[in-house]
């Protein structure tokens, strides 16, 4: 003889009446698995994203350089990249001074070497060693120049 099967629910109504069917143990076991998985989704979604990981970390790098200037590339969360060079005009013990250009684009090798031997310049002019450089000072400072 066999045991007939329970006429099938469809839609919520059989949803409820698989809920009622479960026991205490399953439900728990169920519950676990959720709290467990959600977590676990978000870490491997947020890990081989690429657009959602890069809105989520920030990136410093120093590139080679074929001048006395250092070449930073850098950006904040989800930003695009910006370029500085840089290069020191003072050291006193562990700390340095460092005056600098920003990009918002990778210079050339040409805008590079330029802008090394501008700040070169107005290094020069700061030690009092140069005359001031040609180029247009945004503000007047303390002695009015």
Same mark, same amino acid.
């Given at each position: 003889?066999?045991?007939?099967?329970?006429?099938?629910?469809?839609?919520?109504?059989?949803? @409820? $009446? *698989?809920?009622?069917? +479960?026991?205490?143990?399953? %439900?728990?076991?169920? /519950?676990?698995?959720?709290?467990?998985?959600?977590?676990?989704?978000?870490?491997?979604?947020?890990?081989?994203?690429?657009?959602?990981?890069?809105?989520? @970390? $920030? *990136?410093?790098?120093? +590139?080679?350089?074929?001048? %006395?200037?250092?070449? /930073?590339?850098?950006?904040?969360?989800?930003?695009?990249?910006?370029?500085?060079?840089?290069?020191?005009?003072?050291?006193?013990?562990?700390?340095?001074?460092?005056?600098?250009?920003?990009?918002?684009?990778?210079?050339?090798?040409?805008?590079?070497?330029?802008?090394?031997?501008?700040?070169?310049?107005?290094?020069?002019?700061?030690?009092?060693?140069?005359?001031?450089?040609?180029?247009?000072?945004?503000?007047?400072?303390?002695?009015?120049?």
């Amino acid at each position: 003889m066999s045991v007939p099967e329970p006429p099938k629910i469809e839609g919520a109504a059989g949803w @409820l $009446a *698989a809920v009622k069917g +479960l026991s205490l143990t399953n %439900a728990l076991v169920i /519950l676990v698995l959720v709290v467990a998985l959600v977590p676990a989704y978000a870490a491997y979604r947020l890990l081989t994203d690429e657009a959602l990981l890069d809105r989520f @970390l $920030a *990136a410093y790098q120093v +590139l080679p350089t074929s001048t %006395a200037c250092r070449l /930073l590339r850098a950006r904040q969360r989800g930003e695009d990249y910006s370029y500085a060079i840089t290069t020191g005009f003072a050291f006193e013990g562990q700390q340095r001074w460092t005056i600098g250009v920003v990009l918002n684009h990778m210079p050339s090798d040409e805008e590079m070497q330029t802008n090394c031997l501008l700040l070169q310049t107005i290094i020069d002019f700061m030690h009092g060693i140069a005359p001031p450089p040609d180029i247009i000072w945004q503000q007047k400072d303390v002695g009015k120049r």
